[in-house]
């Protein structure tokens, strides 16, 4: 009976025992699992979009802003094909930049952000609303070359970052038009019907930062603003040698936490949102994340600044030595191609002979300035004699 | 609509038409009052605004200025060599300054003016500006003071040599040395826009720089800023001078504020600064010792003065000389010309102003006090329209006479003074001549029982004739307002007691009637008191008071010059014109004066008494 | 008449002696805004002359607005006449043209009392004839407009000419013909036609002749003149110029107007609906006006309304309208209300205030624009502000001239006598 009982007593404890340790380790194992599974985001490339909508020198900081981000991504792997570049681009070469062909974040002039490899895809008088929401869309006609496009797709994660002067529920472009909270949301939402993106994650330091963020509706994007509605984003300081602001405030504890991490890190996006305080950003940033169904403090930060490491396969049906012999087809028959050339020329000179034929008219006067006062005087003659008739 | 006729109706139905007709003259008296207690409110708190930057592109004192000790060697070096050719004449000077600016690679030209006087100036071409526009700096050889300007004229040197080693200028630079800071100054602006051959795109800002010592400190600073013809500079130029001036925490004074009172801000202090600086706005030009500021004005250019004052105190040169450069560097950030803050304003500290729109309606309300009393002239002594529309032509003929008159005054008297070798005294001449004018029409207005009784006009002419110049006044305010308030103001101001001539008049008309004759004169004490003549006697004080001459002797004696101020004031206004440009001798002999003519001569022909105390008694 | 003689002389020497003394006064006061807009220009005309010597089409580059026919008019007193006689032989036309007006507002003035004598039943007694001629000749708007050559004179001549002709001569064709060369010098004046017509009913009371005859008259006048313009320049190329910068607001230049500173303001993408708006705003007035006025007979044979007044009504409103508003339509308009000192005039209350509101306006209109575009230290409100205070005076007048009618007809209707009409008062509920 005691021995019966002890046997019991061990047989018990030993399988609660056991069952207590496999479900501990199926825990680990499921959280593990769950880590890796939801960091192990579905993406396959990464694109960056960062605009700096203002121009002018006294806006240094937000081309600074920019090119900081600028290199940042680039630092963490996305190559230059896969960014696309938006700013006025008139500081560095400003000639009230006391130190020519540079850019600077820092008073402390460590980084040179301009330096050796710049490529702005959309610079000066480029730079315009109408631009922006079709590079969002890929809205272009048919010559737009592909440097300038956003190349995304499903699987395609989007860091978006903008910076300028804006208010409640807009963005200036460089003080001629403005880009409304709805215009952005709207974009984004025909981004997610036509497939071009995965993911996004939105960046915006300006005023009122967080109110251009608020009416987004499509899923899969986090976003995160510099400052509430009603508040301005403040500039950290200024280089007394150039003379200016240098770097905002948001944007620095952004990048400050940013240099921390390299292309292998593990570091997840509320470790970056952390540093969003009121103490660092002096004012309220805001967060928004009811769109994106993973948890933030999941998603891997290289998510959005890092090049992708993962590959999937693409599932092509398209017999690819068809479409290359067809290719090579018509590569192969010239002919075509030049009578369609000729056919584009005759058209062209189609058009400017008809616009030609319509100066011809428009610059001469037919008739002599002799003959035009015989007219005249004939005219005049004949309302007198209308004038005579009607009795 | 409604609602108006219904008060209309009340109004009818009340007889307050003419009750309140019979009040005009009080009416129009409490207007005038209303628009001094405008004025004297606006410096309480609460009333007034704080200065603020409102162009962003300036970003005043956020760039170090390395104007500092290496530079200071180059300053007293400049110091001592311009100390040493004090004695020489300024083309000597001149040729000298420029051996040392072509030495740091400076442009340098001449200009000389039709009186002989030779301008040095220099350009800087922005290396990687676009070469359209430009900032003057300005060093005159003599302050306004009198004084040699040693100090400004090193400082500027100096400064040129350091801005050429800097690679930041959008902007060019152009220093010009002028004889002084009048003729010479301004005749070069003219040219500068007009048949320079060296120029260096339109100028955007000019600071003239007055630095009268040759000490190496100075105690604080000040700024003059008021232009031609009522103009002032972008009140955002102000703001930059005045906040650079507090990160280098040197004292800075508007309108003559002492050392005691910088920091002061006060009811008096405001109060003070505001009617100073009315006072100086209005009489800008018209004193012969100008701050060379004014010199640029009409050609859209934001200019101001900066003068180091005192000999030694806690500020040295150098931080003078940062003054300017951060002033530079912050024009230079601009973009557009100077077109966010306010071109008009007036200054209650270097902190406080207030803008058009709290200060106009002052003047407005002045203007509104003579209409009345123009209309009140008609209305009160019922001048019918049958009548003013008949003798119209006989108005205006005796209008246009005096207008002519005083046109060809305006046109001629300045050619004396400008033809003769001694221009004072024959400014002094003109000015007597006025005065003696001015006293003439006094007496005769009192005693205008000398004039003839054919020459006399009758009672309803009079009055539209005083009605048309009290109308004629308010016209040239509304045109003043806007364009040159401080002005209009002191016009207005200045020529009130003719709104007082018509009610004079009409009162003492109901007084004489209320007597009987027989009563009158009795004594010599009841003469003057009660008769006529004390009537008269007041007319003819409110038409001397309201003098433009009497008042030029008035402000000549106590805000210019002890002794001989009404003298630099008529100078001033006969000479303004040719040499800078200012209108002010105009608006006073055509508006201010002609209008006090119209009134002295109906006040001296007119017989307002006699033939409504008359005819009223025939009718009794 | 000596009087009449006397005034029609000292204004013939303002207008003679002064631009002849002074050559270059035309020319300064073409670019004075509140002279001349670039519809009516001199300078504009004389630009036109010179494409002309240099064989390029006047109409190029945008500065030549006037009909080609008026250009070749002008062009030929350019051409044929030396150059020291030229600017006087121009002098003498417009002086001689403004003459005319005067005159021709005589004789209307005289019809007008003489007319409503007639149908009122008891004398109307109007201005004599030298304060007529006194109030447009000295009128300084008119002098003004006179002295810069604006085209606009000859507008206004020929559409006094169209009521002389209606009204005087009892001429209805010819009217029409010179409305018809009225609205090809001035393309606004189109809008007149329909108080014109009305006016031209009251008087003859056939409704076919007038309402048949006289619209396709004008239309056919108006296309005669069309059709030689094109026949002269061989392009169409002028309708563009002279009429659709009107229609459509193309030229966007500051002037006392009301519109301008909404198309420098405002974004462009609503520029159409403006355009449209404003067109609509210029023509909807216009028959509510013309109806309200309308002539007939009243209960108890009282003649009701004034058609007359109607026009000049129309023709203040069309002012008020202009998208390049001058003094001289303001002018014109205002020279026509001494006509009716008889009937509506004496009823006006706020001429006073009218008179010391439009000289305030003349007087600070100048010193605002120099502020904004000499000084820089004012900007385009500061002179837009002028512009709504002209739109104010216009306002004024409009309705004082309304009421003074309204009021008017009361007395008539409801015989009132003499003595009380003085003191009566209405009120509109």
């Given at each position: ?14 399988v609660?025992q ?26 396959t ?15 240094y900081?937000?081309?600074?802003n920019v ?34 062909g540079?850019?600077?974040?820092n ?8 330096g050796?490899?710049i490529?702005v ?14 590079l ?7 010559n ?18 903008m910076t ?17 909270a ?7 939402a ?11 994650f ?5 005023c ?7 009416h987004?509706?499509?899923?899969n994007?986090v976003?995160v ?11 950290h300081?200024s280089?007394m ?5 240098v770097?905002d ?15 292998n890190?593990?570091?997840t ?14 004012s ?5 994340t009811?769109?994106?169904p993973?948890?933030?403090?999941n ?5 959005f ?5 993962n ?9 690819i030595?068809y ?9 192969r028959?010239?002919?075509?191609n030049?009578?369609?050339?000729q056919?584009?020329f ?18 001469l ?10 007219l005249?005087i ?14 | ?5 219904t ?18 003259p ?6 005038a009052?209303?628009s001094?207690s ?10 007034y ?18 104007f500092?000790?290496s ?21 000597e ?34 290396p ?5 526009e430009?900032i003057?700096?300005?060093a005159?050889?003599?302050?306004s003071?009198g ?13 040129l040599?350091y801005?050429?080693?800097m ?5 060019n ?9 009048h003729?010479?100054?301004?005749s070069?602006?003219e ?12 100028i ?5 720089i ?32 005045n ?8 004292g800075y004074?508007?309108?003559g504020?002492?050392?005691d ?45 900066v ?11 150098t ?9 530079f560097?912050?024009v ?8 966010q803050s ?25 203007a509104v006090a ?13 001048v ?29 008297l ?18 007597y ?17 000398w ?18 110049a009290l109308?004629?006044?308010s016209?040239?305010?509304?045109a003043?307002?806007?364009v ?6 002191l ?14 008049v009409t ?8 007597e009987?004759?027989?009563e ?18 007041k ?6 008071v ?32 040719d ?33 409504s ?8 | ?11 013939a ?10 050559p270059?006064?035309p ?13 009516t ?11 002309l010597e ?8 945008g ?14 007193i350019?051409e ?6 030229r600017?006087i032989?121009?002098?003498a ?26 149908k009122?039943?008891a004398?109307?007694k ?9 109030f447009?000749?000295f009128n ?9 050559h ?13 009521l002389v002709q ?8 010819r ?11 001035s393309?606004r004046?189109v809008?007149?036609i329909?108080?014109?017509?009305a006016l ?8 076919k ?12 006048s ?11 320049t061989?392009?169409?190329?002028f309708?563009?110029s ?10 966007i ?13 405002m974004?462009?993408f ?7 708006m ?9 028959i ?9 007979q ?12 109607a026009?000049?009504?129309c023709?203040?409103?069309l002012?008020?309208t202009?998208?390049?508003s001058?003094?001289s339509?303001?002018g ?9 000192k008889?009937?509506v ?18 007087l600070?209109?100048?010193?605002f ?9 004012g900007n ?6 002028i ?24 007395i008539?209707t ?8 003085a ?7």
């Open positions: 009976m005691n021995l019966r009982l002890w046997s019991l007593l061990l047989s018990v404890l030993c609660t056991f069952i207590t340790r496999t479900t501990a380790d199926e825990e680990v194992l499921e959280n593990a699992e769950r880590v890796v599974k939801s960091t192990n985001s579905r993406h490339n990464n694109w960056a979009v960062l605009v700096s909508t203002s121009k002018f020198w006294f806006n900081r937000h081309m600074a090119l900081s981000l600028y290199r940042t991504v680039k630092r963490l792997g996305i190559p230059d094909s896969q960014i696309i570049l938006m700013l006025s681009d008139d500081i560095a070469c400003n000639p009230r930049n006391a130190f020519p540079t850019v600077f974040n008073m402390d002039q460590a980084i040179d952000l301009y050796d490899q490529e895809d959309y610079r000066g008088y480029e730079v315009t609303v109408e631009n922006f929401i079709r969002l869309t890929d809205r272009w006609d048919e737009h070359p592909r440097s300038k496009r956003l190349l995304t797709d499903e699987n395609s994660n989007i860091f978006i970052y300028g002067h804006g208010g409640n529920e807009f963005l200036k472009f460089q003080d001629a038009e403005e880009i409304g709805h215009d952005l949301a709207d974009a984004f025909q981004m997610h019907e036509k497939k071009r993106y995965n993911e996004i939105f960046m915006i330091d300006t009122q930062a967080n109110s251009m963020y608020q987004f509706y499509s899923p994007i976003a603003g510099s400052s509430e509605v009603d508040e301005s984003s403040f500039s300081h280089d040698n150039i003379g200016v602001a770097i405030r948001f944007t620095y504890y952004t990048l400050e936490y940013l240099e921390k991490i390299d292309k890190s593990n570091a996006l509320d470790k970056l949102f952390a540093e969003y305080t009121y103490e660092n950003v002096h309220h940033p805001g967060i928004r009811d769109l994106f993973r948890n933030v403090s998603v891997l930060l290289t998510d600044f890092g090049n992708v490491q590959v999937v396969v693409d599932q092509n049906n398209n017999d030595l479409a290359a012999n067809h290719e090579q087809n018509d590569i028959n010239p002919a075509k030049i009578s369609a050339n056919d584009e005759g058209r062209v000179v189609a058009k400017t002979h008809v616009s030609y034929k319509d100066d011809n008219v428009k610059t006067v037919q008739v002599p300035l002799s003959r035009a006062h015989i005249t004939i005219t005049v003659l004949t309302g007198c004699g209308l004038w005579l008739v009607a009795k | 609509m409604a609602l108006a006729e008060v209309l109706r009340k109004v009818h139905k009340l007889g307050l038409v003419p009750k309140l007709i019979k009040l005009i009080l009416i129009s008296f409490l207007f009052l209303a001094v405008w004025l004297l409110v606006l410096p309480m708190d609460g009333f605004r704080d200065t603020y930057i409102s162009e962003n592109a300036l970003m005043p004192a956020q760039a170090t200025s390395y500092r000790e530079e200071w060697n180059h300053v007293r070096g400049f110091r001592t060599a311009l100390q040493g050719i004090e004695d020489k004449a300024i083309p000077r001149n040729q000298i300054v420029e051996g040392w600016l072509q030495q740091y690679g400076l442009k340098t030209a001449y200009h000389k003016n039709n009186r002989g006087d030779d301008t040095l100036y220099a350009i800087m071409h922005a990687r500006g676009e070469d359209t430009a003057v700096l300005t005159p050889w003599s302050t003071e004084s040699y300007n040693v100090g400004g004229i090193a400082t500027a040197v100096a400064l040599r801005f050429k080693k690679s930041i200028w959008s902007k630079i152009i220093l010009v040395l002028p004889e002084d800071g003729v010479a100054l301004r070069w602006v040219a500068y826009h007009t048949s320079l051959d060296e120029t260096a795109g339109s955007e800002a000019a600071l003239v007055e630095y009268g010592s040759a000490s190496d400190h100075f105690d604080f600073y000040e700024v003059v800023y008021e232009g031609l013809n009522g103009q002032l500079p972008n009140l955002d130029l102000m703001n930059t001078i906040l650079i001036g507090y990160h280098e925490n040197i004074s508007i309108q504020t002492t050392r009172e910088l920091q002061k801000r006060t009811y008096s202090t405001r109060l003070r600064t505001l009617l100073k600086g009315i006072l100086n706005l209005a009489l800008v030009g018209l004193k012969k010792k100008t701050p060379g500021n004014e010199a640029f004005s009409g050609w859209q250019i934001q200019a101001v003065t003068r180091a004052k005192g000999v030694d105190g806690p500020s040295d040169v931080q003078f000389g940062r003054i300017i450069d951060s002033t560097r912050s230079n950030n601009l973009l557009e010309k100077f077109h306010f071109f008009f304003y007036l200054m209650l500290s270097p902190d406080n102003f207030v803008s058009i729109g709290t200060y106009l309606p002052a003047a407005v309300l002045l003579y209409v009345l009393s123009s209309l009140g002239c008609l209305v009160i002594n019922e019918q329209a049958k009548f003013i529309a008949q003798s119209a032509y006989k108005i205006l003929t005796i209008f246009i006479f005096v207008e002519l008159g005083c046109l060809m005054l305006a046109k001629t300045p050619l004396f003074v400008l033809g003769s070798d001694d221009d004072e005294s024959v400014a002094a001449l003109i000015l001549g006025f005065t003696v004018l001015t006293f003439a029409s006094f007496v005769l207005s009192i005693k205008n029982q004039i003839p009784k054919k020459y006399r006009m009758d009672k309803s002419l009079t009055f539209c004739l005083i009605a048309l109308f004629l006044i016209l040239l305010l509304t003043l307002l806007i040159n308030f401080a002005l209009a103001f016009i207005g101001l200045a020529a009130l007691p003719l709104t007082f001539i018509q009610p004079l009162t003492s008309n109901l007084k004489l009637l209320s009987s004759p027989k009158k004169r009795k004594d010599l004490l009841s003469y003057l008191v009660n008769d006529g003549n004390s009537k008269r006697l007319i003819g004080l409110c038409l001397l309201s003098s433009p001459f009497f008042i030029i002797y008035i402000i000549g004696n106590l805000f210019v010059d002890e002794s001989k101020g009404a003298l630099i004031l008529m100078k001033g206004l006969l000479t303004s014109w040499e800078l440009q200012c209108w002010t001798w105009f608006i006073v002999i055509l508006g201010w004066f002609s209008a006090w003519s119209t009134v002295a001569l109906s006040c001296i022909f007119g017989d307002f008494e006699i033939d105390v008359e005819s009223k008694m025939k009718k009794e | 008449m000596k009087d009449v003689s006397r005034v029609c002389l000292i204004g020497l303002i207008r003679l002696i002064i631009p002849t003394v002074l270059d006064l020319f300064w006061f073409s670019s004075v805004v509140e002279l001349s807009s670039p519809i220009s001199f300078k504009s005309l004389y630009e036109a002359f010179f494409y240099h064989d390029i089409n006047p109409y190029d580059g500065i030549n607005h006037h009909p080609p026919l008026l250009v070749m008019v002008m062009n030929m350019y044929y006449v030396p150059v020291p006689l600017f032989v121009f002098n036309l417009y002086t001689f043209v403004d003459l005319v007006i005067a005159w021709q507002l005589v004789l209307i003035n005289r019809w007008y009392n003489e007319y409503k004598t007639k009122n039943g004398p109307v109007g201005f004599d004839d030298s304060l007529i001629v006194s447009y000749l300084p708007l008119i002098i003004l407009t006179n002295l810069s604006s085209t606009s004179v000859f507008s206004i001549f020929f559409f006094t000419e169209t209606l009204l005087v001569k009892k001429n209805l064709a009217s029409m013909l010179c409305m018809g060369v009225t609205t090809y010098l393309v004046y809008y007149l329909i108080p014109v017509l031209a009913y009251s008087i003859q009371r056939e409704p002749a007038v309402y048949f005859q006289g619209p396709s008259l004008f239309v056919a108006f296309a005669f003149l069309i059709l030689a313009s094109f026949t002269l061989a392009s169409w190329e309708i563009e002279c009429y659709f910068v009107v229609i459509f607001y193309k030229k230049k500051p002037n006392l107007g009301l519109w301008w500173y909404i198309f420098t303001e974004f462009d609503f520029t159409p609906f403006y355009t449209g404003f067109n609509i705003y210029s023509f909807c007035f216009i509510p006006i013309t109806l309200r006025l309308f002539e007939y009243g209960s108890g044979k009282k003649h009701i309304g004034d058609c007359f007044l026009v000049v009504a023709a203040l409103w002012s008020f202009n998208p390049y001058t003094l339509d303001l014109f308009a205002l020279s026509l209300i001494p006509i009716f008889g009937t005039l004496p009823h006006c209350k706020y001429l006073l205030i009218i008179g010391l509101t439009l000289l305030v306006c003349l600070l209109s100048p010193i624009y120099y502020c904004w575009i000499v000084l820089g230290n385009s409100n500061f002179f837009y502000s512009s709504l205070i002209w739109g104010i005076i216009h306002g004024l007048i409009l309705n004082d001239l309304l009421w003074a009618f309204l009021t008017h007809d009361y008539k409801n015989d009132v006598k003499p003595e009380s009409a003191s009566i008062r209405l009120t509109q509920i």
